[in-house]
């Protein structure tokens, strides 16, 4: 690893393959500043992040290639989704998607490693498919990135080139206190799970609330794609189970989470194709998987990707957690999800999804109304526990006209 100054990165980023494809640590862990140097200097290029941020370049040459579409990437007019479960995006580094160049996000060295620090996911997978080529690996070094262990470790000499860029990492604004729909469906949930239970859950408010919901228990673990804050708050409480590494792929939180991450051997940060894959997932002590989707239709798919056709996010983990987990001795799929939608005022329990689906068989369905059992029931018991014990009372007599119409009734 051979630190250089912004002039020697720039020429180095010019010598790459006509319209190259870098792969870029994404979600909230973009190394802006060598991002900002090759938009600055190399005029075409496809820049591949999961979960892309507002302010990736948007201008003439710059495709913005995913299989997770982020807030910076749904209306992009360079933007190339390519679909693919979370667990299998490294495949296809070695296939379709070969890589010319990968930026990192990392930590200073100690003891000739560096961390990814809060971004494992697709990296390591993109380091070695980029070497294997004979490509430019390029790491921002960020005297502010946690030191994280796991599969965040890089060895310097796997490391080309190296800039120096000091930087606060990004944090959520203030969470807004939880809803009472948000607590409600925290706490159905919360309910579901048994003590010593295995983790997976994401980020937001549902989530949140059903982290809040579980300070109460005891053992609990955790395997999941990501966490943020929330388990702090279980930490504190003696909800975890302390003999047991808390495992996940990347986070997101406050300056205080950052802080209890920093050189905290407790938490393994393993690649995707670790965290995700659903061998591996199944070998969880009672599986609990946690999810949401903006809809969810009377056969029990669920769309969590896109709205009114357009793409909004993508498979990520979803489908490879609901597999693990129901083959998980002891485990089960929740999708959890409020019954009526804030924004666009609509239920979000539908007779049939009319976008593709991302997931399906989850063990239940969990809204503020209540809980709709699905696995190991009939399709038309599933539609009625739907319909009767988390639809929304201002569309249930629609939903049984529907019913009727699909044969479920």
């Known amino acids: 690893m051979i630190t250089v100054d912004t002039p020697a990165l720039a020429a180095a980023l010019r010598a790459l393959p006509d319209t190259p494809r870098v792969v870029a640590s994404g979600n909230h862990s973009v190394p802006w500043e060598l991002v900002r140097v090759l938009d600055e200097h190399v005029e075409r290029y496809v820049l591949n992040t999961l979960n892309g941020p507002p302010g990736l370049p948007e201008r003439d040459g710059v495709v913005a290639e995913t299989s997770f579409v982020g807030a910076g990437q749904r209306r992009h007019p360079g933007l190339r989704y390519v679909p693919s479960r979370l667990s299998l995006v490294p495949v296809l580094f070695r296939r379709s998607l070969p890589v010319d160049a990968v930026f990192l996000h990392c930590s200073p060295p100690r003891d000739g490693v560096v961390s990814l620090g809060i971004e494992v996911n697709v990296l390591p997978a993109a380091v070695e498919a980029c070497r294997e ?14 030191f994280t262990h796991g599969d965040a470790l890089v060895p310097v000499e796997h490391i080309d080139l190296a800039l120096e860029a000091s930087s606060p990492l990004p944090t959520p604004p203030a969470a807004a206190p939880l809803g009472e729909d948000a607590r409600a469906i925290g706490e159905r949930v919360a309910a579901m799970v048994p003590d010593g239970a295995t983790l997976q859950m994401g980020i937001g408010a549902v989530p949140d609330a059903v982290l809040a919901a579980l300070t109460g228990h005891r053992g609990l673990r955790l395997w999941t794609e ?17 003999d047991h590494p808390l495992t996940t792929s990347f986070l997101f939180g406050t300056q205080d989470l950052y802080d209890w991450l920093d050189g905290n051997r407790r938490v393994h940060l393993l690649r995707t194709e670790r965290t995700n894959d659903p061998a591996l997932i199944a070998r969880q002590r009672s599986m609990t998987s946690i999810n949401t989707a903006l809809e969810v239709d009377l056969f029990g798919q669920a769309n969590a990707s896109r709205i009114d056709a357009r793409i ?5 983990g979803q489908t490879d957690f609901i597999v693990g987990a129901l083959h998980s001795q002891g485990g089960q799929a929740i999708m959890a999800l409020r019954s009526w939608h804030p924004k666009a005022d609509v239920s979000t329990i539908v007779p049939m999804v009319d976008e593709p689906v991302t997931s399906f068989q989850a063990s239940a369905i969990v809204t503020e109304q209540g809980v709709a059992p699905l696995f190991g029931h009939s399709e038309k018991e599933q539609a009625r526990h739907l319909i009767e014990r988390t639809a929304h009372p201002r569309v249930r007599d629609e939903l049984w006209e529907e019913a009727e119409h699909l044969g479920l009734a």
Request: aromatic residues 6%; hydrophobic residues 45%.
């Open 133 to 146: 080529r004979g490509g430019l690996v390029v790491a921002q070094v960020n005297d502010r990135m946690p």
């Open 226 to 242: 990501m966490f943020s804050d929330g388990v702090l708050a279980l930490d504190a409480a003696g909800a975890l189970d302390d």
């Open 312 to 316: 909004h996010s993508g498979f990520g």
